[in-house]
């Protein structure tokens, strides 16, 4: 059974090994340089011109594992769901990363266009998922139970908040893929063993190889991404590793204790919230810059210390929710 996480983790490492290896050069042809916002840290402006759109290699990595990992069967429905969803978040973060590139500034998608984008794939996720489920019902429908329909909000939420959420973390060398990878272990864990998952029984085998293929490929684009960073993963990368993430917790039934497993995510995202609302309404900044790393840096703090820490946190984080779910196991 381990090698259902352990061959495509395997995979998944060099499939974006690979990938980074024939990419890099393709990327720094095609002069896909990433863009310094003009507030950012003065330690970033010597970033620019690094090539972006990395997310590619993790995208290459985990997919390709998923694929041609020869265990039990990579199908079904419950996989397909979480592929489109992860390929429509990356969609939508190719045509921001394209047009920023293109117009030679942080001007990509409008936010507005940017959030229809990702309201329109987790809307057709979350459908798929109520019809998909519709269809087991024994008797009656599911569009019609309320309380179903309110966790579809929730689920619908979840997907644009988390694909945000770590388009937010994606701000310093190897942070989002650093603290997004105890992610990707604990969902392909819970998916495996979790003993109200059954994940077997539903189908959702497929699921946790792509998870474990996902947290490979994670690693693997590391090696390319470690400071200092020789790619960066670009809205393609971390839209679809939040939207990804989100399709397969909401897959194995973890759609609440996704709030505790990625939660140094939504604290990044939190505290740029919290940052635009005081700012408007008392003209007064809580952090001294937000997403919360870059406080830190302006803190006076390394950016490899700022990402070790926030990377423990994060395994810290996906420990509890384990021990939760499996105590007295």
């Known amino acids: 059974m381990l090698s259902i996480l352990f061959g495509p983790l395997l995979l998944g490492i060099l499939g974006a090994y690979v990938g980074g290896i024939l990419l890099l050069p393709l990327l720094l042809r095609l002069k896909v340089g990433q863009v310094i916002n003009t507030w950012a840290p003065e330690s ?14 993790i995208l290459v990595g985990a997919f390709s594992a998923t694929l041609l990992f020869p265990g039990p069967p990579a199908t079904g429905i419950a996989l397909a769901g ?6 429509g978040f990356a969609a939508v973060g190719f045509v921001d990363d394209y047009l920023i ?12 266009e940017k959030l229809a984008g990702q309201f329109l794939v987790a809307g057709l996720f979350v459908m798929w998922q109520l019809l998909w489920e519709n269809e ?33 973390t994606d701000g310093l060398d ?24 059954q994940s077997a029984a539903r189908g959702d085998v497929g699921v946790v190889i792509f998870c474990a293929a996902f947290a490979g490929a994670t690693l693997g684009y590391l090696w390319f991404n470690a400071h200092p960073a020789q790619v ?23 759609e609440w204790l996704l709030l505790l497993v990625a939660l140094v995510h939504w604290v990044e995202m939190a505290s740029v919230i919290i940052q635009v609302t005081s700012f408007k309404t008392t003209g007064k ?8 790393h870059h406080h830190y840096e302006k803190c006076g703090e390394p950016e490899t210390r700022i990402v070790a820490r926030f990377s423990i946190l994060s395994a810290v984080c996906c420990l509890l929710a384990l021990s939760m779910v499996f105590r007295g196991v």
């Not at 970033?44 to 290699?57: D, E, V």
């Not at 590139?101 to 507005?112: D, M, Y």
């Not at 087991?136 to 939420?157: K, N, T």
């Open 44 to 57: 970033h402006k010597s970033k620019g011109g690094t090539p972006t759109m990395g997310g590619a290699i």
């Open 82 to 87: 979480v592929l489109l969803a992860t390929i």
């Open 101 to 112: 590139v293109r117009r030679g500034k942080n001007l990509g998608l409008r936010a507005r």
């Open 136 to 168: 087991l019902r024994p008797s009656g429908s599911i569009l019609g139970d309320p309380m179903r329909m309110l966790l579809a909000g929730y689920h619908l939420l979840l997907l644009v908040g988390l694909s945000n959420a770590v388009n937010l």
């Open 174 to 197: 190897g942070l989002a893929a650093g603290v997004s990878l105890p992610v990707w272990i604990t969902l392909a864990v819970l998916g495996l063993f979790a003993p109200h998952v």
């Open 232 to 254: 960066f993963m670009g809205d393609v990368g971390s839209l679809a590793i939040g939207g990804g993430m989100a399709a397969a917790a909401i897959t194995f039934r973890q």
């Open 285 to 292: 900044r809580v952090f001294k810059m937000s997403p919360l």
